[in-house]
């Protein structure tokens, strides 16, 4: 029954070992492919061990548990520390590998000298081998070794836990956990003299985690998302060369589009000056400061060529000539240029399409934030839909020669983004069932300035410069009063922006009538009456005279929810 234990203990970190290898690309897997490796090895040499019918084989075993031992405990830290996004400093790093090898060289003498085992027997017992040892002088250094390690892995979680700004509190306690789990497993063996390895089962679970907490930082990490979108894109290649003119890669898009790179070798330098394209990139070497993008016509495609310069170290120095195929947008450009009815209206659908594309991305990325509260379910479309149903009635009436068509689909189009800020608020707070503790509700209102903020540098290259302030006073404002008494400015009247107002009615109005976590929906009478009360106080007076004219189609809107 043992054996059978050790095998399925080796079996699984393969299987875990498989998943990272297929699933995760090669600069996420290799350290944490190198920790299954690590585990494997321990644990196939916990199998022998108990499969062992002379004491010699037993010790080449035993080396082997100790091998996968010492290294895997520093691969749990290294992956432990890329998790929780901390950089072991290097003079760490080379004081862990050396105290490695060291052990590892010890480890090495096992059975040539009394300095590690004292003595060592093979017992036999109810069918299966443990070895009985007397352990030597030098025996304290992996234990030492073993729980200086793990408490740097559980100091580097704890630290996490303290920075949720960059890693979420569920990450650093996992983390914790992942090295706390093998800590209890060790010490629990020493502690109750067990014959058997138990750490097996153990170090099985911590890889288990490690790769939980791996699936769930990609979540996170927006530039490697990008980038890993970029590099499987048809539109983009790649080629490299070294400063000596080397070639060191090029892609399978940049190769199709220049089938010249296929004469290239990797490692010779590039002389080739024949064509264009080679003209153009021994020019780039030549000049690498040069900063411009060339067109080649390939295969009917329009290919932009972009020169960058990659710093490696402090001498070394990378060309990386990015390609990416831009024949829509060439198209565009000579339509421009020959300028006709069929180019105004590509125009116009493109520009629709980009709108819609940009609107579909601001409502995912506030669905994102809202995702992350639990209390407040479905409060983006619904106040959009309050906003939108709004502003139509102010444009209806005239209210203000401020408010024109385009200013109110702004409006409408921001409303998405107001609670943007509150991806920068903690969990704990931001899904706390009950009413805030004074100091996390002073935390909560600081979500409206790091909104704008956030928002502010999503829109910074953004052409659309009237949707752009626009989208900023929503996220900033909308939590000011009328009577000044709001927040995070303290603005009052009219210093608070219009749309910001506007806001401000659709965002209270809902919280009012829907359900929540922390509350029951109140009844529409009750909720009118409350806004009917707060006129002068906490809204504008104007408006929300005008927005209780809205009643029976925000009535409608909000049965049809319910349905």
């Known amino acids: 029954m043992i054996y059978y234990f050790y095998i399925a203990m080796f079996l699984l970190t393969i299987g875990m070992l498989s998943i990272v290898v297929l699933k995760f690309d090669e600069k996420i897997s290799s350290c944490y492919s190198l920790l299954g490796a690590a585990i494997i090895l321990h644990n196939y040499g916990a199998y022998l061990i108990v499969a062992s019918k002379t004491i010699e084989e037993a010790l080449v075993a035993n080396k082997m548990v100790y091998l996968g031992g010492i290294f895997l405990v520093f691969f749990f830290v290294i992956c432990i520390a890329d998790i929780c996004r901390i950089s072991i400093p290097r003079w760490i790093m080379i004081s862990m590998i050396s105290s490695a090898c060291v052990i590892l060289v010890i480890i090495l003498r096992i059975g040539k000298d009394k300095l590690y085992y004292e003595s060592a027997e093979l017992i036999e017992k109810a069918g299966y081998s443990f070895i009985k040892k007397e352990y030597g002088p030098l025996h304290i250094i992996f234990p030492i070794y073993l729980t200086v390690m793990l408490l740097f892995g559980i100091s580097l979680g704890v630290y996490a836990l303290k920075n949720k700004k960059k890693v979420s509190y569920i990450t650093s306690l996992t983390a914790i956990g992942v090295m706390s789990c093998q800590m209890a497993v060790y010490v629990g063996e020493r502690l109750f003299n067990i014959e058997l390895e138990l750490l097996p089962i153990g170090y099985n ?16 990490n927006v530039k490697g998302i990008t980038k890993a979108s970029i590099e499987e894109s048809d539109e983009y290649g790649y080629v490299v060369f070294d400063s000596k003119r080397q070639f060191c890669a090029g892609d399978e898009n940049a190769r199709k589009w220049f089938p010249e790179l296929n004469e290239c070798v990797i490692d010779y330098k590039l002389e080739n000056d024949d064509t264009d394209f080679f003209k153009l990139m ?9 900063k411009n993008t060339v067109y080649f016509e390939r295969q009917g495609l329009s290919i932009g060529a972009t020169h960058y310069i990659v710093k490696e170290g402090k001498r070394k120095t990378i060309h990386c000539i990015q390609f990416h195929d831009d024949t829509e947008e060439q198209k565009y450009k000579k339509l421009i240029e020959n300028y006709n009815l069929d180019l105004e209206n590509e125009v116009k659908k493109k520009t629709k399409k980009l709108r819609k594309v940009q609107n579909d991305i601001i409502t995912s ?5 809202e995702n992350r509260d639990s209390n407040t379910g479905g409060h983006i479309q619904r106040t959009s839909d309050v906003v939108r149903i709004f502003v139509e009635h102010l444009l209806l009436i005239k209210f203000t020669s401020v408010l024109t068509d385009e200013i109110a689909a702004c409006i409408a189009k921001a409303a998405p983004l107001h609670d ?47 949707f752009k302030p626009i989208a900023i006073n929503v996220a900033h404002y909308h939590h000011e009063r009328w009577d000044g008494n709001g927040y995070p400015d303290k603005l009052a009247g009219l210093d608070i922006p219009f749309e910001a107002r506007v806001m401000a009615l659709a965002d209270v109005f809902d919280a009012l009538v829907s359900k929540r976590v922390y509350k029951e929906r109140m009844s529409y009478e009750k909720a009118f009456a409350i806004i009917e009360e ?30």
């Open 205 to 220: 679970i911590a890889y288990f985690m490690i790769l939980f907490l791996l699936k769930r930082v990609r979540l996170y």
């Open 282 to 290: 021994n020019h780039w070497m030549d000049n690498p400061e040069e």
């Open 365 to 369: 990325m506030a669905s994102i934030v």
């Open 420 to 466: 943007f800020g509150k991806i920068a608020i903690p969990d704990v707070i931001l899904n706390k069932p009950g009413r805030f503790e004074p100091w996390e509700y002073e935390e909560m209102k600081k979500h409206p300035a790091k909104g704008a903020v956030i928002v502010a540098q999503i829109l910074k290259n953004s052409d659309d410069e009237v």
């Open 534 to 563: 707060s006129k002068g106080t906490q809204f504008d007076p104007e408006l929300c005279k005008e927005f209780l004219k809205c009643r029976d189609k925000l009535v409608t809107l909000y049965d049809s929810y319910e349905e």
